[in-house]
């Protein structure tokens, strides 16, 4: 079957949602040809708000995703079916057809100015990274950093790309005032696993470099192992937290990968082309996490699973935590300085 180069996807499920259907075909290709990809698409949306109220107690308070769809391509995203809810697909779609909402740092400085706003966890991006490839032009999260900043809002940040450190400046004075977090994502520090995982991301030895300037400029840092595959990265966690531990997190964190709607057979489908041997084994073993089920919704359960691999993954994180991470501090943000009446611009 010919394949896109560079890209974990390899086909594009119909949405849900859509009246059409559509099927790729590679009948007229020679077998095993590598062919482009689908080239990016841009659609600009400009929504009505851009703060979300999570409902979910292990998920924080509010979520705001400047963009949609997202380039990184990580095979295991969990945000790929929301992708459907826009008319397309979870897959080639969800690496090409991305959507960025312009008036993202407006609706957010209207959103901080209401009286009636509750200041609470935040977490930029709980959907897609806001540090994905198009921010280098649309500069989005940057200025909403900026707004942040003028508010005095705390604002989390998990993104697995280098592209954090352009906007040091904005983030070291966020964390002088303790207003933010910044999470890198680590999974692998396996060049091989990340490429076929994770194809369009940081490398892992790049990831480690931003936690240890982030560091170094009192940006409080952390990692998430996230998320943990059985059969294929689950071995790598010591590793992991050793190596973010020595390079300045102080925290760190884990999931269990979970696969919901069409995204279990994409990800079949992935292991299928690229650890065939193992299949039937890792789409065992996720399911072992979730109840016999790939996937799992239930909050409290569906981060760290439940069964004999989870209770195992559990017990792999705790003692490897209690080694590298026993003398550090987790830090929190200072809820107390938000304003709604803002202040004088900085930047």
Not at 1 to 7: H, I, L, N, Q, V
Not at 54 to 83: F, I, K
Not at 94 to 123: C, D, I, Y
Not at 167 to 177: H, R, V
Request: net charge positive.
């Amino acid at each position: 079957m010919a394949t896109f180069k560079g890209r974990a996807s390899q086909s594009n499920p119909d949405s849900k949602f859509s009246a059409f259907q559509y099927e790729r075909t590679n009948e007229f290709l020679p077998p095993d040809e590598e062919i482009p990809a689908p080239k990016r698409t841009i659609f600009l949306e400009t929504p009505k708000k851009i703060m979300n109220p999570v409902a979910a107690e292990d998920l924080g308070s509010w979520s705001l995703n400047p963009y949609q769809g997202c380039e990184h391509g990580c095979m295991y995203c969990y945000a790929r079916p929301t992708h459907e809810y826009w008319g397309f697909g979870a897959g080639m779609d969800f690496e090409t057809k991305l959507v960025v909402k312009k008036n993202a740092p407006e609706l957010l400085r209207q959103q901080l100015s209401k009286p009636t706003h509750k200041v609470g966890s935040t977490m930029l991006a709980g959907n897609t990274d806001c540090y994905q490839p198009i921010e280098r032009e649309y500069k989005i999260t940057r200025e909403l950093l900026k707004v942040f900043l003028e508010f005095k809002h705390p604002v989390d940040i998990i993104t697995k790309n280098h592209l954090v450190l352009r906007d040091l400046d904005i983030l070291t004075e966020l964390g002088k005032q303790r207003l933010t977090r910044v999470t890198m994502s680590i999974n692998s520090l396996n060049e091989e696993v990340r490429r076929r995982l994770e194809p369009r991301t940081a490398t892992a030895k790049q990831r480690l470099k931003c936690l240890e300037e982030l560091n170094k400029a009192g940006v409080p840092c952390g990692t998430m192992i996230g998320p943990v595959i059985p059969g294929i990265n689950h071995t790598e966690i010591p590793e992991i937290l050793k190596q973010s531990a020595a390079h300045g997190a102080s925290y760190a964190h884990y999931n269990i990968v979970r696969l919901g709607g069409p995204l279990g057979e994409l990800f079949s489908e992935w292991l299928e082309a690229n650890y065939p041997d193992r299949r039937d084994k890792v789409m065992h073993q996720i399911a072992e996490c979730h109840g016999g089920r790939v996937n799992d919704s239930r909050s409290g359960v569906r981060m760290s699973g439940e069964g004999a691999m989870a209770q195992a993954i559990s017990q792999l994180f705790k003692i490897s935590h209690n080694k590298y991470f026993k003398d550090k501090v987790s830090p929190k943000n200072d809820y107390s300085l938000y304003s709604h009446n803002g202040q004088l611009k900085l930047f």
